[in-house]
């Protein structure tokens, strides 16, 4: 099994940044992907970004390309989105997931998810 801890989330106004962490530990595997998911109320659970474990090919999502960025620490064994330029609509819980399908958006090809982390965007 895989174990998944996301931090780094909170409260910031529109047009600022935070950076959000998730550490892996356990069962991983270098042929692993590694994506972010947010979920606001009342709406479904939408893929953000991904990047693959061994090579770092990334992802993204339309509603978030060229504003977050994605990467990983392999030392570390942990994966970092920067989110710039942020907006009201960004107010989610955003969670990190792993699947072995790589470069899916799919939510439903993901095996292990972390507990969430609440990033909120005020105007």
């Known amino acids: 099994q895989v174990q998944l801890v996301e931090s780094g989330g909170g409260l910031v106004q529109a047009g600022g940044s935070l950076r959000l962490s998730c550490a892996a530990s356990g069962r991983t595997f270098s042929s692993s992907f590694m994506g972010w998911f947010r979920q606001a109320p009342g709406k479904e659970r939408e893929f953000v970004a991904g990047i693959s474990w061994s090579a770092g090919s990334t992802y993204y999502g339309d509603s978030v390309k060229g504003r977050f960025t994605i990467s990983r620490d392999g030392a570390k064994r942990t994966v970092y989105l920067q989110m710039n330029s942020l907006k009201p609509e960004d107010t989610a819980v955003y969670y990190c997931?792993?699947?072995?399908?790589?470069?899916?958006?799919?939510?439903?090809?993901?095996?292990?998810w972390g507990q969430g982390t609440q990033v909120t965007v005020s105007s």
């Open positions: 997931a792993v699947t072995r399908v790589i470069g899916t958006r799919n939510r439903y090809e993901y095996d292990y």
